[in-house]
C-alpha cells in the first residue's frame, strides 16, 4: 500500500491496486453499466451516438472499447 494521486481526479488516496480512488471506481462501473446497456439495446450505434445517448464521457467510452 501507498500513497498515490487517483489518475482520473487527482486526489490522494491509498493506493492497493487500483489506479483510482474508490468514488472514480465506483463512477466508471456506473459509467460502464450505462454504455454497455446501450450498445446492447443498440448494436449500430457509433461512439458519438453511445456519447449523446448516455453523457458519458468520450475519454471513458475509448477507455472501454480498449479493455
Given at each position: 500500500m501507498t500513497l498515490s494521486n487517483c489518475e482520473a481526479c487527482g486526489k490522494?488516496?491509498?493506493r492497493q491496486f487500483e489506479k483510482r480512488c474508490k468514488p472514480c471506481v465506483q463512477l466508471q462501473l456506473v459509467e460502464s453499466h450505462k454504455v454497455k446497456d446501450f450498445v446492447r439495446s443498440h448494436p449500430g450505434a457509433t461512439?458519438?451516438?453511445v456519447y449523446h445517448e448516455t453523457g458519458v464521457p468520450l475519454k471513458t467510452i475509448k477507455e472501454l472499447i480498449q479493455e
Amino acid at each position: 500500500m501507498t500513497l498515490s494521486n487517483c489518475e482520473a481526479c487527482g486526489k490522494v488516496f491509498i493506493r492497493q491496486f487500483e489506479k483510482r480512488c474508490k468514488p472514480c471506481v465506483q463512477l466508471q462501473l456506473v459509467e460502464s453499466h450505462k454504455v454497455k446497456d446501450f450498445v446492447r439495446s443498440h448494436p449500430g450505434a457509433t461512439l458519438i451516438d453511445v456519447y449523446h445517448e448516455t453523457g458519458v464521457p468520450l475519454k471513458t467510452i475509448k477507455e472501454l472499447i480498449q479493455e
